[in-house]
């Protein structure tokens, strides 16, 4: 009890002091994070909306697809980027194995899914709403997939942020293709379970506290941006 209570206070006295590496290892996993998610939301948002609008053969094994890809074990994303970027692989030549790019990658390809569903669960009933509006005006596709966009964009705002609550989390993937290189790929989640493992638990603690604020607040954003508590839904 009293390690562990020694190394709460070493924990918060690395939060108080601004710990040099504490203070690397939280932004670079900012850095890396919010990089995946404005890639990841630049093609999910655009595809949720598209599904919501577009009627075509394959449209319902799409959304099926999307929503079983949601519940994709990352440290398989880890293991195909690894080797689509290794040597021996396709994309080997450009050398991004170990390194940010290559974790920005892996995170891309786990948050897409998750954020493309849950946007096109919002834009569908919101697309049923403007249905009969959009089509009287004659307007194009392109249009009516701008229309969803825009008005949906607190909802959209909300799957974002989910995506951001998946990608700061994730360590298998980013274990894998990252390889928790000090000063160059080692991020909160790798950090933390590399420090437990030394037995570094003030450090450990410390990227933990940091790691649950960033979650607290990624949850609290949701639910104000939702107006969850307003509207009796909490």
């Not at 655009?46 to 929503?67: E, G, K, M």
């Not at 849950?118 to 392109?142: C, G, K, P």
């Not at 790929?185 to 493992?197: D, F, M, P, Y």
């Amino acid at each position: 009890m009293t390690d562990l209570w020694a190394g709460l206070c070493q924990a918060f006295w690395l939060l108080v002091t601004l710990d040099a590496d504490l203070v690397e290892i939280t932004l670079r996993s900012l850095r890396v994070t919010l990089t995946a998610l404005a890639i990841a939301c630049a093609i999910a948002l655009p595809l949720a909306a598209f599904l919501a609008v577009r009627r075509f053969r394959l449209r319902r094994a799409t959304i099926a697809v999307l929503n079983a890809l949601m519940g994709l074990p990352p440290v398989v994303v880890g293991l195909v980027v690894y080797v689509f970027l290794s040597r021996a692989g396709p994309f080997g030549v450009f050398g991004l194995l170990f390194t940010p790019t290559a974790m920005i990658i892996a995170q891309v390809i786990i948050v897409v899914p998750l954020v493309a569903s849950v946007a096109h669960q919002s834009l569908r009933e919101l697309w049923s709403d403007y249905h009969d509006l959009l089509i009287s005006m004659n307007t194009t596709q392109f249009q009516r997939i701008q229309a969803l966009l825009w008005d949906g964009r607190r909802a959209l705002l909300t799957a974002a942020l989910a995506g951001f609550g998946r990608a700061i989390g994730e360590v298998g993937a980013i274990m894998v293709v990252g390889g928790n290189i000090d000063h160059a790929t080692r991020v909160l989640t790798t950090a933390i379970a590399l420090e437990t493992g030394k037995g570094e638990f003030a450090m450990a603690l410390g990227l933990g506290f940091v790691l649950i604020a960033l979650a607290i607040a990624v949850n609290l954003a949701i639910h104000w941006l939702g107006r969850t508590e307003s509207e009796g839904r909490w």
